[in-house]
């Protein structure tokens, strides 16, 4: 077996992985999000072991382990409650806090209207995306993986030898090749493929709009889109230091600390109407001053201080369907498969997603963790897979 990565950004300057907060969780509300969460624990834990090249440095993730601490308002704490639950069933190490043991512990909270706060004590924390990208690139191409700077624009399906092409009466068709083009070229080279993975993160759903696909076949389409997030730095010098964890705060905000300087990192999720133009990865300095920092100062009064820094943008790849992940394999394109949507967690789920691919694509089954509820049946289906935990 021959793989290609085609990849149109070498520099990886706008992944969504290197612009994100770096965290991994066990928190969550679904069973295959938290069975994800921990394949991806287990295998950061023990990354030389899986990435690690002969003759080659050590791979060091720098992680930090610090568990994330979610607070919830009287009207969510029901939420959080049952999903602690399901995260126990799970085997997830997690502890209940009362606004009174939350201050015992963090004493420089402001626990004014909050009701309940869960706390993870342990595969929680965070790490250098960067480090993790480009020794999973390193791996893969000691193990004889091919890459090519390109995009992909174009396939051609089995669907244009049939009387008429792409006909009504058309059930399923396989890809047969796709057009690679260029960077700023009209040439394209065709590639000959059995097997198309669709791991295109937050263009997963553009990529499926590409010529050459019937549109027949295309229904449901695949709801992922791009969405911008903003992380802003800061720093404080009477923030909570070390004690800091990965805090999701009732309103959404989240902080957590960078480095042990007294630096800190941040950001929140903005209403459905209120979403930026993704258009570019530019940063509205506004949304922190008037919407994030006032939140986390009304959390964490010593942020009131605080002295803003650096800032960025990066992409989810927001499925709007439900803000799941969409895995496996395409119902009426035979031999496509889908890995995207994650809404934001895919760096903590995009170890076990890989993993359950390559089980498709090698045995045509899962065997280390059941992803079929991910699946596109839900989609055709109409029943969404909700997970509260989404930040």
């Not at 939350?102 to 004590?121: C, N, Q």
Request: proline share 8%; charged share 20%; with cysteine.
């Amino acid at each position: 077996m021959r793989v290609l990565v085609v990849e149109r950004d070498p520099t990886y300057s706008r992944a969504s992985t290197v612009l994100s907060a770096g965290g991994i969780r066990q928190q969550f509300s679904l069973p295959e999000n938290i069975r994800m969460s921990r394949f991806s624990a287990s295998f950061l834990r023990n990354i030389d072991e899986h990435l690690g090249v002969p003759n080659e440095p050590p791979v060091d993730i720098q992680f930090q382990p610090s568990g994330y601490l979610f607070l919830a308002s009287p009207q969510d704490a029901d939420g959080l409650e049952a999903a602690v639950k399901v995260q126990r069933e799970e085997g997830v190490q997690v502890t209940l806090l009362s606004p009174t043991q939350l201050k015992e512990k963090f004493p420089w909270i402001d626990t004014e209207d909050v009701a309940v706060a869960s706390y993870g004590l342990e595969d929680e924390g965070w790490f250098d995306p960067w480090t993790l990208l480009t020794s999973l690139r390193r791996k893969a191409m000691s193990l004889g993986v091919l890459s090519c700077t390109g995009e992909v624009r174009g396939f051609v399906t089995s669907a244009e030898d049939t009387m008429p092409p792409q006909g009504p009466d058309l059930l399923s068709a396989r890809i047969k090749r796709v057009h690679v083009y260029m960077q700023d070229s009209l040439e394209y080279q065709p590639v000959t493929c059995a097997i198309v993975v669709n791991a295109a993160g937050a263009w997963a759903g553009a990529l499926l709009e590409a010529a050459g696909l019937p549109k027949a076949l295309l229904q449901p389409p695949l709801p992922i889109q791009p969405r911008k997030r903003y992380i802003f730095c800061w720093h404080c010098h009477d923030g909570p230091g070390l004690s800091c964890p990965f805090l999701v705060d009732t309103s959404g905000a989240y902080c957590r600390r960078e480095g042990i300087a007294g630096n800190y990192l941040g950001g929140m999720s903005p209403p459905e109407e209120e979403e930026p133009d993704p258009s570019d990865l530019s940063v509205d300095h506004d949304y922190f001053q008037e919407q994030i920092w006032p939140r986390l100062a009304r959390r964490i009064p010593a942020f009131s201080s605080l002295r803003p820094g650096s800032s960025w943008a990066g992409y989810y790849d927001h499925n709007s369907f439900d803000r799941n992940g969409v895995v496996g394999p395409h119902p009426r394109l035979d031999n496509l498969l889908v890995a995207a949507g994650f809404s934001g967690h895919g760096l903590q789920h995009g170890l076990a997603a890989g993993r359950a691919v390559a089980e498709l694509v090698l045995k045509g089954r899962y065997e280390t963790l059941d992803l079929s509820r991910l699946g596109w049946g839900r989609l055709v289906r109409g029943e969404p897979l909700v997970e509260g935990g989404v930040v």
